[in-house]
């Protein structure tokens, strides 16, 4: 049972836009910023976006993030066969004093 | 372009000490802080806990009294223990800058006699 809760999947169309939630606490979301993480099948994660709504250099700007409350969400618009695969939330938790995931979500490209 | 690269036994025996290096290519590790992750096969990401450059760490309130973390600045590492292991700690390991702005490829660790 992740601290954070995300939806175990979630899909959508070329073209089509998709959002992925991420639900926490006060403790976690609602008083600390948020990263997401990619994982592609037997990679490593690489971070797509930081402090809730920022992209590191590289990630297209079709991935976009929010956060709103105790809650999160990364969007993805045009999307990609290529996006097909895993994400994750993540944030600090100052009750655990550490950091929590979520699930993850895996994104499927029908 | 910095690297990370994570390093040691790919078998534990049960009750024994997991140990795994994360050696830093293009930064110094004396900067930033640096972080192990660990997910078990088919399943999510858990943090294991993070190290300052100062030496102050931040560890998993569910592994924290197995696990210890260094620094080692001549060599530009740092480390990973974890005592007592089961069969639930096997999973890959990963090591991380910062919360996790660059990774690590990973390494297998199964804990198995």
């Known amino acids: 049972q992740s601290v954070l809760t995300q939806p175990p999947s979630a899909s959508g169309t070329p073209g089509q836009r998709v959002i992925i939630s991420c639900s926490g606490s006060?403790?976690?979301?609602?008083?600390?910023?948020v990263n997401w993480y990619q994982q592609l099948p037997g990679t490593a994660p690489r971070l797509l976006i930081y402090?809730?709504?920022q992209r590191p250099s590289g990630v297209p700007d079709r991935f976009s993030g929010s956060k709103s409350g105790t809650s999160a969400s990364l969007a993805i618009s045009g999307l990609q066969s290529e996006d097909e695969t895993d994400y994750y939330c993540a944030a600090w938790d100052g009750s655990l004093s550490g950091v929590v995931f979520g699930g993850g979500t895996t994104l499927t490209v029908l | 372009q910095v690297q990370l690269q994570e390093s040691g036994p790919g078998l534990v025996k049960p009750l024994e000490t997991l140990s795994l290096t994360c050696t830093v290519s293009?930064?110094?590790?004396?900067?930033?802080?640096w972080s192990w992750i660990r997910q078990p096969a088919g399943k999510g990401l858990e943090w294991i806990g993070r190290?300052?450059?100062?030496?102050?760490?931040n560890y998993n309130p569910s592994l924290k009294s197995r696990v210890s973390m260094s620094l080692d600045t001549s060599k530009n590492q740092f480390s990973l223990k974890l005592t007592s292991v089961t069969a639930a700690d096997t999973a890959v390991y990963f090591c991380t800058k910062g919360a996790g702005d660059l990774w690590g490829q990973g390494t297998l660790v199964t804990v198995s006699s």
């Open positions: 402090t809730n709504n």
């Open positions: 190290m300052y450059s100062s030496g102050g760490t």
């Open positions: 006060s403790s976690n979301i609602g008083s600390n910023p």
């Open positions: 293009g930064d110094s590790i004396s900067s930033h802080y």
